[in-house]
């Protein structure tokens, strides 16, 4: 039987993971040491292996509970609700993820730059299996009149594009817009509410 975590290793595992995101959304997984890891949680390297034994169990771990919180907006997106509604809904939801969580987009963009040797099985499997899910409610919308017709998974990964882009390209979107535009994001959401809302409306 495995003992429960104490509250010390609880927080250091924490604190394990959060500075691993950080190395890893700027160095990448081949990039990213150990060494570094450690020293951005201010822990020995022999008290990090002592929570994770290795890099990639500590990457490993960051990815799962990262594709958890990347599908909770489609998973969100309610079949008895207004078609329109539901995917502005799902707009707002992946811009807000880009906006609150762009480290970790970056973490998920370098893997699949990678060729996703890491999370492969979760896309072919858990994700793919979402994304039919939800394109088989999207074309009912549009069969019923209740959407325009454009290609269901195409249309969910445009949305991922449109949002995401906010969190990956972070420095070249404010190098861009410059200093008079601190906050990206407002002026984001409405710009895809109307591009959205007037591609989707029947």
């Known amino acids: 039987?495995?003992?429960?975590?104490?509250?010390?290793?609880?927080?250091?595992?924490?604190?394990?993971?959060?500075?691993?995101?950080e190395v890893f959304?700027?160095?990448?997984?081949?990039?990213?040491?150990?060494?570094?890891?450690?020293?951005?949680?201010?822990?020995?390297?022999?008290?990090?292996?002592?929570y994770f034994a290795s890099k990639e169990a500590i990457h490993g771990a960051l990815l799962s509970?990262?594709?958890?919180t990347w599908l909770n907006p489609l998973r969100a997106m309610d079949p008895d609700g207004d078609p329109v509604a539901e995917l502005l809904g799902y707009v707002r939801r992946k811009l807000e993820l880009s906006r609150d969580f762009p480290r970790e987009s970056r973490l998920f963009a370098n893997e699949m730059l990678q060729g996703a040797p890491r999370i492969r099985a979760a896309l072919e499997g858990e994700l793919r299996d979402l994304v039919q899910e939800k394109s088989a409610v999207l074309q009912r919308w549009m069969d019923e009149g209740r959407l325009?017709?454009?290609?269901?998974?195409?249309?969910?990964?445009?949305?991922?594009a449109l949002t995401q882009h906010y969190a990956d390209?972070?420095?070249?979107?404010?190098?861009?817009?410059?200093k008079a535009a601190a906050d990206p994001f407002p002026e984001a959401g409405q710009f895809l509410e109307v591009l959205f809302r007037r591609l989707l409306e029947p």
């Open 65 to 68: 509970g990262l594709l958890a």
């Open 1 to 21: 039987m495995t003992r429960p975590r104490t509250r010390i290793q609880q927080r250091n595992s924490e604190t394990i993971l959060e500075a691993a995101l």
């Open 25 to 50: 959304s700027q160095q990448g997984f081949r990039g990213a040491t150990l060494d570094q890891i450690a020293e951005v949680a201010g822990l020995s390297k022999p008290n990090l292996l002592y």
């Open 148 to 160: 325009a017709p454009v290609h269901p998974v195409h249309l969910i990964f445009s949305v991922w």
């Open 169 to 178: 390209f972070d420095v070249q979107v404010r190098a861009v817009l410059g």
